[in-house]
């Protein structure tokens, strides 16, 4: 059983940065992609980014260039390095682990930007 924990995000001025974590427990598996998706308040999820275990990853418009996904070594974590944050990032943030075993989700968390 493959278990998702979010830990990061919180508050920021606009133009901060923050950064996001994410860990598979239970994972060993050959393959696996990891996503970010975030919900705004009276929006609906959306996908911003993913990458998967052969290292390629994806990002939508409004976050190229200052969002980073990434993993480490063991390709059961990933991160979300955000940057040059705006207000409409605003939102709570949500991990997504798809692998062999099929798809989990984490539980969300909120981060928010805001002078």
């Known amino acids: 059983q493959v278990q998702l924990v979010e830990s990061g995000g919180g508050s920021v001025q606009p133009g901060g940065s923050l950064r996001a974590s994410c860990v598979a427990s239970?994972?060993?598996?050959?393959?696996?992609?990891f996503s970010w998706y975030r919900q705004a308040p009276g929006k609906e999820r959306e996908l911003i980014c993913t990458?998967?275990?052969?290292?390629?990853?994806h990002y939508i418009d409004s976050v190229k260039g200052r969002f980073t996904i990434f993993m480490d070594a063991a390709k059961n974590s990933a991160f979300l390095q955000m940057n040059s944050l705006k207000s409409e990032d605003t939102a709570v943030y949500f991990c997504n682990y798809v692998g062999p075993r099929g798809e989990h989700w984490g539980r969300g968390i909120q981060v928010t930007v805001s002078s």
């Open positions: 990458m998967g275990s052969s290292g390629t990853s």
């Open positions: 239970g994972s060993s598996d050959n393959w696996n992609v």
